[in-house]
């Protein structure tokens, strides 16, 4: 009977896994790109494109100030999640999933 | 959440370094906001005179319409009406015009007159922000501020840099939640004896588990108050409204827009609404805006404080021409919302203005008690290096720093008083705070072979002898005594030389204690 580590190691795509194996060979040095520069650029990243995201309310202010308001805590979590965690691939995965999600929105907000 | 033994480690080192990079900003920032809660307090002592008469009780109107008789039609664009120097009232004409350090500003005449007579006391003309910030009393409060919000770093620049320090904070208080396991327990935690390494750490985890959640709020609004006029409003301005900043900034801001209609028409009487304004408000007014003076189209804006039980203080609006009330002003939006409920809290809760001077003398206490955090955590982390050379050289450089910061503020006042004596209280201001800086770096270094313990005995008792005599000096420079500050309710003098004779017998009490040993030891030898 073949290992589950062997399985999932087989169903994950090889430019994946390279992509891990580059992350883990260097973790120290991916970590403080991670919680340093990262961290900012999506911070900033979040703070421009959710005034597209966010719903107006009622006083038409709320997709302007929320993002504003949630700017340091943003940043901050950004800094600690790297840290706190083991799996720094996923961290990766995680960042670059959220950079494409901010950046589609700004896009698609000028492309409308 | 449980942590890994690895993850803790890196997260011990992420709670070390985030508040060590930027220790003594961070110090210089703590200790500043703790002062500057008190800022209002501060000016009202600066200034040696109690407020006998309110400045809006007498005929505002009459003062204004004759006033708006003498100046230019086309400075009529804004009339801005508050209380100044020593109860006097102060009416300002003015219209948008570029200013040397960039961007449109008020320009205008400004006149200072008694609110009963109408007698003029001061004129002249200049741009509406440059004469407010140079009223001579508020010289060392202003001073304390703009240390605590930009630590003097002109431009967005300063605002950055408190920012960034608000996030490392964040980070420091975030990380020491996931570290520390038994919060519960570290509240009652006591110094173990001996001046042993546990016994920092004691001291440390003590101070900074009782302040965590008030270091979290703090190092949140501090951020945002940073971050969002410097930052989150230009690239909101940049994304959503195609760099145009000045369409952001009224989207935000909101308030009634008028239909343009420059027919000349009287503006309705501001002494009758004053009256109404109050009554709406629950509070006295603060200041008076009136756009377009004397036109259709005018608007009028009464600033309020905080009313008894309000969290922060309000602002009205009328229809300029008729006197209508049009209805209070969000501080953002256009209507009440989850965003501008969000943004009001932000301000009362970084301040902690929202009950009074008993929240304030609290959040001063917090203020403490976290300043105290980082010095500790910086001891803390020192003493863990000090077989490390360089981190050795470091222990000097913090007891410098810790000591000679509130050293260098005190200096600071006495130049203040001696500036405001000879009227050019700003000048004064920040060069003896410069001179403080300097007196102290020169002493620390000419006394860098003496023991640690025997330094900050002496700075403590030097910060004690100064902060006694401060009272003493102010009362010498034209301050008010405090037989007159009870006769004429001005209690701000009383609050602040109350906090000085308890600050200084507090830094002075472990001199006079040894003081006491020597004389015990003495008599019994």
């Known amino acids: 009977m073949m290992d589950i580590a062997v399985l999932s190691r087989l169903s994950t795509p090889v430019v994946a896994r390279r992509f891990a194996s580059a992350i883990d060979g260097h973790q120290t040095l991916w970590r403080w790109i991670f919680a340093g520069p990262a961290a900012l650029v999506l911070a900033l990243l979040a703070m421009a494109s959710l005034p597209f995201a966010l719903p107006a309310g009622r006083g038409g202010v709320n997709h302007l100030v929320l993002p504003v308001v949630l700017f340091p805590v943003l940043w901050t979590a950004f800094v600690i999640l790297p840290v706190a965690t083991r799996n720094l691939p996923r961290i990766a995965a995680l960042y670059l999933g959220l950079a494409f999600f901010f950046l589609l929105l700004i896009v698609g907000a000028f492309l409308r | ?525």
């Open chain 2, 1 to 525: 959440m449980s942590l890994t033994a690895a993850a803790t480690k890196r997260l011990v080192a992420l709670h070390g370094w985030s508040a060590t990079t930027l220790a003594i900003l961070l110090y210089v920032v703590m200790l500043t906001g703790t002062i500057v809660v008190l800022d209002n307090e501060i000016t009202a002592w600066s200034e040696g005179r109690a407020d006998r008469t309110g400045a809006f009780d007498g005929p505002v109107n009459r003062h204004v319409e004759r006033l708006a008789a003498q100046v230019p039609p086309e400075l009529h664009d804004t009339v801005f009406v508050r209380t100044w120097t020593g109860g006097d009232l102060s009416v300002f004409f003015g219209a948008p015009r570029a200013h040397p350090d960039g961007g449109n500003q008020l320009f205008g005449r400004h006149y200072v007159l008694a609110p009963g007579s109408g007698t003029i006391h001061e004129a002249g003309m200049g741009f509406l922000d440059d004469i407010f910030s140079q009223r001579p009393e508020t010289a060392l409060s202003q001073f304390l501020v703009d240390l605590h919000v930009r630590l003097h770093v002109p431009g967005r620049l300063g605002l950055y840099l408190t920012g960034l320090l608000g996030v490392a904070m964040l980070v420091a208080a975030l990380t020491g939640i996931l570290i520390h396991k038994h919060i519960i327990r570290d509240l009652f935690t006591t110094e173990r004896p001996g001046g042993r390494m546990v016994s920092f750490r004691d001291r440390h985890t003590l101070a900074g588990v009782w302040s965590l959640p008030f270091a979290i709020l703090l190092s949140f609004t501090g951020a945002f108050l940073s971050f969002a006029v410097s930052l989150g409003l230009p690239v909101v301005a940049l994304v959503a409204f195609g760099g145009d900043q000045e369409r952001a900034f009224d989207t935000v801001l909101g308030g009634t827009t008028m239909i343009e209609d420059s027919k000349p028409v009287p503006t309705t009487d501001l002494t009758l609404l004053i009256a109404d304004a109050r009554t709406r408000a629950g509070s006295d007014v603060g200041a008076i805006e009136i756009h377009h003076y004397g036109r259709a189209d005018a608007i009028i804006e009464t600033f309020h404080g905080a009313a008894p039980g309000a969290l922060r203080g309000s602002t009205l609006e009328y229809a300029g021409a008729t006197g209508a009330f049009l209805g209070r002003v969000d501080l953002v939006g256009s209507a009440p919302s989850s965003g501008s409920l969000l943004a009001e809290l932000m301000t009362p809760l970084h301040f902690g203005n929202f009950g009074g001077l008993a929240s304030r003398l609290v959040w001063v206490a917090l203020g403490a008690a976290m300043t105290y955090t980082i010095i500790s955590g910086m001891q803390l982390w020192l003493r863990r290096r000090a077989d490390d050379p360089i981190w050795r050289a470091g222990e000097h450089v913090l007891v410098t720093v810790a000591w000679g910061l509130p050293l260098a503020i005190v200096v600071c006042a006495y130049g203040f008083f001696t500036g405001y004596l000879f009227g050019a209280p700003f000048a004064w201001t920040t060069n003896a705070f410069l001179a403080g800086c300097a007196a102290v770096i020169l002493l620390a270094w000419l006394f860098r072979h003496i023991p640690m313990a025997r330094m900050n005995e002496f700075y403590a008792t030097a910060l004690g002898i100064g902060i006694l005599l401060l009272p003493l000096y102010r009362l010498q420079t034209g301050g008010l005594s405090w037989g007159e500050a009870m006769v004429s309710g001005g209690t701000d003098v009383l609050l602040i030389d109350m906090v000085c004779l308890t600050t200084a017998a507090a830094c002075l009490t472990p001199a006079l204690r040894r003081l006491r040993r020597r004389g015990s030891l003495a008599v019994g030898e």
